[in-house]
């Protein structure tokens, strides 16, 4: 089957066929996971927005809110909003501060359109949002220590939105997203739970209700449920999975399978080892080297811009055979691709486009 100068697969091919290197989706365990992670939040009784920052993808956006139980999505950037605003989602919450009057200004402009939230962790931030129907979030820093005001500073932030016309006050951004990689995660968990209560404490203390507080990630979500304290979970790679966060262990894994594969194609063999296409201009290496999938004595074990190098010391790979490479950092590995190829039962049963891919402005 001869496939298109613009997608890598067709619709009915089979996952052999697939032109490589390409991001595939196991529909199975995509379909298992936003299961899983309904499942998590309906019993803790607590919402999800999940980050679209992870797939960039109006599809998979879609399919966590229609099929996942999610009440809309995060994303980073005011572009990435964009896309995911044009592509039909209605509640966007872009979890960083924008400060930029331009940025500012198409802001406001999707806040015609759509219900808008945005950070804020700094008091004249405030002023800059007015006029427009926005939701915003104080953000506190709770241990990570890149955006966020300190948590007694939170309720001076608060007041200034609550009084600025146009604007709501959303609640708290609690965000660590350095303790989703950790072995163990209790003591930088704790301190983010003393942050929110301190944040907490601060509005109570000013007479000002804080209608939500969100948070939380795919490796520490356990925690802020048990917390009683968050409102809503923000975990992203959930949908994915990626070989770092199997790696660390520890909650907010194991109910989630990989689906979520760099699709690479053998094109040279010698001695000891294979060469796939699959190199740095098709994974994120940042956070370790991808797994081989599904072949037991092989290992990916270096890459340069358009190879890998495979362990492969009994040769169990042949020319033009399929691996399936689990990537270390799934985010940035999708924001490399245009497609995502859906399989289920090894045949390609959908094509999405990665929408907001190269969206970072």
Request: proline letters at 5%; hydrophobic letters at 45%; glycine letters at 12%.
């Amino acid at each position: 089957m001869i496939v298109g100068l613009d997608v890598p697969a067709e619709i009915g091919m089979a996952e052999a066929e697939v032109q490589t290197p390409a991001l595939l989706i196991d529909l199975d365990a995509f379909d298992a996971n936003l299961a899983a992670m309904r499942r998590i939040a309906e019993e803790a009784g607590i919402a999800l927005r999940p980050h679209a920052k992870t797939h960039k993808s109006v599809d998979v956006a879609k399919a966590q809110i229609e099929r996942g139980g999610a009440r809309g999505i995060c994303c980073q950037k005011v572009s990435e909003a964009e896309v995911f605003v044009a592509g039909g989602i209605a509640d966007v919450f872009v979890t960083n501060e924008v400060r930029d009057p331009a940025k500012i200004a198409r802001l406001k402009a999707l806040a015609e359109h759509a219900r808008i939230g945005v950070c804020v962790d700094d008091p004249a931030a405030v002023a800059e949002l007015a006029g427009a129907p926005l939701h915003v979030y104080v953000e506190i820093d709770v241990g990570q220590g890149r955006c966020g005001c300190a948590p007694e500073d939170a309720a001076d932030i608060a007041r200034r939105i609550v009084e600025t016309p146009g604007l709501t006050l959303a609640g708290l951004q609690a965000y660590q997203g350095a303790a989703q990689h950790l072995p163990d995660r209790d003591a930088a968990m704790a301190r983010v739970m003393d942050g929110v209560r301190t944040a907490l404490a601060g509005l109570d203390g000013e007479g000002i209700a804080c209608p939500e507080v969100t948070g939380a990630g795919t490796g520490s979500y356990a925690h802020e449920i048990a917390s009683g304290l968050y409102t809503e979970l923000q975990c992203g790679s959930y949908i994915f999975m990626d070989a770092d966060y199997r790696a660390r262990g520890g909650d907010g894994v194991s109910p989630f399978r990989h689906a979520l594969f760099v699709l690479a194609g053998i094109m040279s063999r010698a001695p000891g080892r294979a060469i796939c296409d699959a190199g740095l201009k098709a994974m994120s290496m940042e956070s370790g080297l991808p797994l081989v999938s599904g072949i037991e004595g092989v290992a990916y074990v270096g890459p340069s811009d358009e190879h890998g190098t495979i362990d492969d010391p009994v040769g169990r790979l042949a020319i033009n055979d399929r691996v399936r490479l689990i990537p270390g950092h799934c985010d940035p590995t999708c924001n490399l691709h245009d497609w995502y190829v859906g399989v289920r039962g090894g045949v390609v049963e959908t094509l999405w486009p990665v929408s907001a891919r190269g969206k970072v402005w």
